[in-house]
């Protein structure tokens, strides 16, 4: 079946950036949308995101000035950047397949989900 | 941003009994509504979308019904791995927002 891997780095340097890949394994990341979700004790869960197999995509207007999302058909991966970093950015950072606003089907309700990736912003 | 307001907070309940749990967008999200259960350490999985519908290989005990502005998620028969936190989620607005979670707990 269908699984997501994350890999990053779980601790960033305030100002820096934080970047984190999701690989798709048993499926094709093609035609689907991929989103980046977030989770902290004080924000709870937050959309950040999502990029489409194409490549286009849609951003949290909170957080769009410092987000960037790519995918790379070839690997099936897509992957997350957020520029200058501060503690409030500390938080469980999750990639999930969907984030479509008319959701029709499954895929485009955020049914599958990466293990997480506890990311702690610190100097 | 829509706000998505859920409660209770907190539920307590017993093994076998029937809960529900409700969901309110500060505009209507016409359908556009999913519902979540985490475990504490996990990601959040996937139980409802579209307001209504099941997602394959979740058990039937779980419902979700509403539109508009007002859902409800009932789970009937609780069983021990229902305990758990819920969220709903509404996908009509950018940006997605989340409720901020009901713990059901066991009494």
């Known amino acids: 079946q269908v699984q997501l891997q994350q890999s990053g780095p779980g601790l960033v340097k305030p100002s820096e950036t934080l970047s984190l890949t999701c690989s798709v394994s048993?499926?094709?990341?093609?035609?689907?949308?991929w989103s980046w979700i977030r989770q902290s004790p004080g924000k709870g869960l937050e959309w950040i995101g999502y990029?489409?197999?194409?490549?286009?995509?849609n951003y949290n207007p909170s957080l769009q000035s410092r987000v960037s999302m790519s995918v790379d058909t070839s690997k099936n991966q897509f992957s997350l950047n957020l520029r200058s970093v501060i503690a409030a950015d500390t938080a469980v950072y999750y990639c999930?397949?969907?984030?479509?606003?008319?959701?029709?089907?499954?895929?485009?309700?955020?049914?599958?989900w990466g293990q997480g990736t506890m990311v702690t912003v610190s100097s | 941003d829509v706000q998505m307001t859920q409660s209770p907070s907190y539920l307590s309940a017993s093994v076998g009994d029937s809960v529900t749990i409700s969901c309110r967008a500060s505009?209507?999200?016409?359908?556009?509504l999913n519902w979540f259960q985490q475990h504490p350490g996990k990601a959040p999985r996937l139980l409802i979308y579209?307001?209504?519908s099941l997602q394959s290989g979740v058990p039937s005990r779980f419902r979700g019904s509403g539109s508009g502005t007002d859902f409800t998620l009932t789970i009937s028969s609780l069983q021990l791995e229902d305990f758990a936190t819920y969220y709903c989620?509404?996908?009509?607005?950018?940006?997605?927002?989340f409720g901020q979670g009901t713990k059901v707990e066991i009494k």
């Open positions: 579209a307001a209504s």
């Open positions: 999930a397949r969907g984030g479509l606003g008319v959701v029709v089907t499954a895929s485009d309700a955020f049914d599958l």
């Open positions: 048993g499926g094709s990341i093609s035609s689907f949308y």
């Open positions: 505009e209507s999200v016409v359908n556009y």
């Open positions: 990029i489409y197999s194409s490549g286009s995509t």
């Open positions: 989620q509404q996908s009509y607005f950018t940006p997605r927002t």
